[in-house]
């Protein structure tokens, strides 16, 4: 009855065993800790994610491996977000040690949940099926909708987990309902087999199509790109800071790896379809998160708009590899590296904006205005400067990271013969710069309204100081990152 | 001349959509609960006439059975005030009915030419003692295991979320927390304003 199955190899997802066992671990040690030991199920959670990184590493080794009945693949694209997201998260838990902590709300829940979401997204960057996608997709999101939440006593993170829960159930109807289209046209749920059936062109056409926009849909609600975005700001400003912070890094990489997987490894067929696609819903994000933000008073609105269109920015990315039907592999690579560093960059600076957000709040007090930047020079020069970098990095000014993120995006767009659009995004990303240079200035040149001192133990200041300085320091050798993406791709593709 | 079992297919879907739109628009929550009752029997009754007899059972168990007699329990206990749920319910129809008739418009001009009618897909191959629930069990523990159990893992996270967001200590208490109060920090609960000098009115006369 079995003489087909092969016993899967569990070698190569052993990180994600791992961090499923730890997250069950988490669970049962926070109920033997009991609530005055909090410790506990945090330094769990910190092991469990230090394991995770050894454990991918040693077990990373360019090989394309498929498990799991080729639902599971393994390949160094997988390994190199993995290890993204393994920072991210630590990252975010670093800095939300203490808020959390102060408002009471660093539960086991919290830990457990962050692993969880955590699982989802390595799931979902191994996905080489599309039953294991929306499987780890539901699993990230549905531990997201209770984090916004976990602040239950306040309306807003309430009402924002409602927004987020109801619109994401939205999208993830309309990502199945495409999902099952390319099923109806293909007959296979694997996405190397759709990309095969659909390579050989004997598939409906029309079918794999609408298929695809339902699909393009699904992912853009999750990248949050326009006209897919209502939920992000929302979301950002309702949340607790920590959890936006954790809802503005990780995630993406997740979603970067569902783009690639579906419409890149799946659908490449279908190239110049996806491509037309993402680019207006691009040039869209661009303009309406740039001109948004600078209306906005809120500093986690304002990042949560200039989010919007970072991820505009990296979509641009994905629609430069083919062109006029020609698939020139250097392009391909090119594009979609520009692309992945994008995200990196961005997540790199999210984590420091939103981290200087929670550095300024204290219990009691949340600094989610622009005003509480006032004057930070006076308070503290050496943060006012982290800020400064991340500012000034987000702008796109040179040499910080986003410079170099914007360039090489820029590059594969002119050289994809699109320079018109270039050309726009260009004066949209000025317009940007007006609000980025705004907090630059309340910072340095306004009194400052609030003199407290700052509020932060060590370990904060440290991942910020690194943070900042890892903006500064990869805006100056920014080949570090680029060959690895490149380098990457090359070998996954 | 219809055969018996496309007749079956209509009957079913046509009382499971019908009841579909009365659980929409009951205006008792119970008789909309059991409407949904009567939608799940129905949509069991397709599942059957597919030959897929344990997906049938399990709807109606699992549904039927577990699912919407506690969900009628809540419904008798929460007494939820209908009519004002129901606000608005007929100021958005209008539009809501628009869009989604656009969509299933636009959507049956794309599909309509017959992708997916009982041509291109002929009916499976299974023999009629062939065991659906057996077939069903090898392909999710061998094939499926991987999503299976990431499955488990996702009802694990539904659960805390749910415990979570609900359990909780009686509110109002008014416990005091001395540790708090002793640790408690000037900053804590002082803010230093500027503000612009007052100046006093002058005094009232008549005194």
Known sequence: MLENFVTPDFYPAAAELFIAAMALI????????????????ALLTMVALVGAIVVTAATADGQTVQTFSRMFVDDLLADFLKLMTYLAVIMALVYSRRYMADRKLDSGEYYMLVLFATLGMMVMISASSLVTLYIGLELMSL??????????????????????????????????????????????????????????????????????????????????????????PDVYQGAPTAITLFLATAPKFAAFAMAMRLLVYGMFSLAEEWQHMLLIMA??????GNLAAIAQTNIKRMLAY???????????????????????????????????????????????????????????????TLDAFKG??????????????????????PFFIGFFAKFSVLLALIKAGYTSIAVIV????????????????????????????????????????????MIAFFGLFPDAIMVLCTTTLMRSL | MIEFKTLLFYLFSAVLVLAALRVITARNPV?????????????????????????????????????????????????????????????????????????????????????????????????????????????????????????????????????????????????????????VQRNDRIRMVKMAVEVDAPAAKGE
């Open chain 1, 376 to 397: 930070l020079n006076q308070r503290s020069p050496w943060f006012a400067a982290v800020m400064l970098m991340v500012m000034f990095s987000m702008a796109g000014i």
């Open chain 2, 31 to 183: 008789h909309a609960v059991l409407f949904l009752v009567l939608a799940f029997f129905n949509a069991a009754g397709l599942w059957m006439l597919l030959q897929a007899e344990f997906l049938a059972i399990t709807l109606v168990m699992v549904y039927v059975g577990a699912v919407m007699v506690l969900f009628l329990f809540v419904v008798m206990m929460l007494d939820i005030n209908v009519e004002r749920l129901r606000q608005g319910f007929w100021s958005y129809l209008p539009l809501g009915a628009l869009i989604a008739l656009l969509m299933v418009g636009e959507m049956s001009l794309v599909l309509g030419s017959g992708y997916f009618g009982a041509e291109a897909f002929p009916g499976s191959q299974v023999t009629a003692d062939a065991s659906n629930t057996k077939e069903l069990a090898r392909v999710m523990f061998t094939d499926y295991f991987f999503p299976f159990e990431l499955a488990s893992i996702i009802l694990l996270v539904a659960v805390i979320v749910a415990v979570m967001l609900t359990l909780r200590k009686r509110p109002g208490n008014k416990a005091m927390h001395s540790s708090e109060q002793i640790a």
């Open chain 1, 283 to 288: 040039v869209l994000s661009i303009a309406l």
């Open chain 1, 143 to 232: 531990s997201l909708y209770g984090l916004v939440a976990i602040d239950r006593d306040s309306k807003k993170a309430t009402e924002a987990a409602m927004k987020y829960f109801v619109l994401g159930a939205l999208a993830s109807g309309l990502l199945l309902y495409g999902m099952s289209m390319l099923y109806g046209a293909t007959g296979t749920l694997e996405i190397g087999g759709i990309a095969q059936a659909l390579y050989q062109g004997n598939v409906p056409k029309t079918i794999a199509v609408f298929g695809l926009v339902f699909t393009v849909a699904g992912i853009a609600f999750k990248l949050g790109v326009v006209p897919f975005h209502m939920w992000v």
């Open chain 1, 306 to 368: 200039s989010a919007i269109s970072h991820m505009g920015f990296m979509l641009l990315g994905l629609t430069s590899a083919v062109v006029g039907g020609q698939v020139e592999p250097f392009a391909v690579v090119n594009a979609y590296s520009s692309a992945m560093y994008y995200v990196v960059a961005y997540v790199l600076m999210s984590a420091a904006a939103f981290g200087m957000v929670m550095l300024l709040s204290r219990p009691g007090y949340e600094a989610d």
């Open chain 1, 26 to 41: 988490v669970l049962v040690a926070d109920l033997i800790a009991g609530t005055n030991r909090r410790w506990v199920p």
């Open chain 1, 426 to 469: 260009v004066l949209f990303s000025l317009v940007g710069a007006f609000y980025y240079l705004r907090v630059v200035k309340l910072m340095y040149f306004d009194k400052p309204d609030d003199t407290s001192p700052i509020q932060a133990g060590v370990d904060m200041r440290a991942m910020l100081t690194i943070n900042g300085l």
